[in-house]
Nanobody
């Protein structure tokens, strides 16, 4: 079994930056992608960004140009650099890893990001 651990959340002022990290307890040979999702109270969990094993990336329109996802395959780690943070970015951020077949799906425990105005 694989466990994902997120870190890097915190409280920041609007316009500030945070860097989140997600580390898997072991490599996933059939990995399709690792991604970041977020969920605010009273709202559904939404997609933020993802990076495939091959390095391709995708972003939600709401964060495009402000957030950057990257990965280190050798270290089984994904990062999310968040710049120009807005109060509406406040949420619990979750890391997700999924295999090509979809038979393996892993979620982290989440890390809280709070942006004050």
């Amino acid at each position: 079994q694989v466990q994902l651990v997120e870190s890097g959340g915190g409280l920041v002022q609007a316009g500030g930056s945070l860097r989140l990290s997600c580390t898997a307890s072991r490599s996933i040979p059939s990995l399709n992608y690792m991604g970041w999702y977020r969920q605010a109270p009273g709202k559904q969990r939404e997609f933020v960004a993802l990076i495939t094993k091959g390095g391709s990336t995708n972003y939600a329109n709401s964060v495009r140009g402000r957030f950057t996802i990257s990965g280190d395959n050798a270290k089984n780690t994904a990062f999310l650099q968040m710049n120009s943070l807005k109060p509406e970015d406040t949420a619990t951020y979750y890391c997700k890893a999924i295999s090509i077949s979809g038979s393996e799906v892993y979620w982290g425990q989440g890390t809280q990001v709070t942006v004050s105005s």
